[in-house]
């Protein structure tokens, strides 16, 4: 996100435009806590152990900056990985786990990694761990394949990392929920329905978070509210973000 200083409240629009030739196969996945701009394109490893599904995905991301006045070059390898076991119990409950890691050679923070916990049914998925970041994830423009992100795609307050979350399927809707011990939340719902030739999808999203700001004045409490508008036809995808 970005560092300015924010003193008023700003209407941001963003507008894209992409291919998805490469992107579809990331959104058949059940849910990931990959929460960085590094996003996987193709389904993970799987294979059963002791009746538990085990899956492994992995991206690494190469860039070179090369200087040619001073005859140098710059290389900072970065790679984000999920693994994750899940298993249907005889109940037809699912229950299961994730964790995420990402090292940027380039970064202040060379690694950071998520966690989660989660139990499933017909009613829905109750996470635990790192998840706050899923209302994000469901409600949020189509993510882009490597190393790209848009300014101001998202809001400055959220709630902590860790909590609790809840995703439903009521037909053509998907409820998602997260919050934290300290009553910070995250709520957003999407709808998505193929006609004819075009597919689109609509979200919305409201998020009551804290900001900690850099000009001393401490921690503050912010609100925000965002709709996503996505159109798809064949391999063209077309998206609008509209935030407050």
Known sequence: MSQHKYTRSRIIIT?????????????????????????????PLAI??????????????????????NDSEDVSPNTVFEVKVERQLPNALTIGGAYSGVFDDGSDE????????????????????????????????????GNAELTFDDFIGAANDTGLAYRGQYSAFVVTAAGDDDGRYDVGVSYNRPSKFIDHRVTARYVQGDFNTANGLGVVKTRGAGLVGEIIYGSLLVDVGLGY
């Not at 507008?15 to 389904?43: R, T, V, W």
């Not at 059963?48 to 900056?65: E, H, I, K, R, W």
């Not at 989660?118 to 993510?143: A, H, N, Q, S």
């Open 48 to 69: 059963d152990v002791a009746g538990f599904t085990l899956s492994y995905n992995q991206l690494y991301d190469l860039p070179v900056t090369f200087d040619f006045e």
């Open 110 to 145: 060379e690694y950071e990694d998520a966690w989660a916990g989660f139990i499933g049914g017909v009613w829905g998925t109750v996470f635990g761990g790192e998840v706050t970041g899923l209302v994000r994830e469901d409600t949020r423009r189509f993510r882009s394949v």
């Open 15 to 43: 507008l894209a435009a992409g291919c998805l030739a490469l992107a579809q196969p990331a959104k058949a996945q059940s849910f990931s806590i990959n929460y960085d701009n590094l996003s996987f394109f193709e389904e």
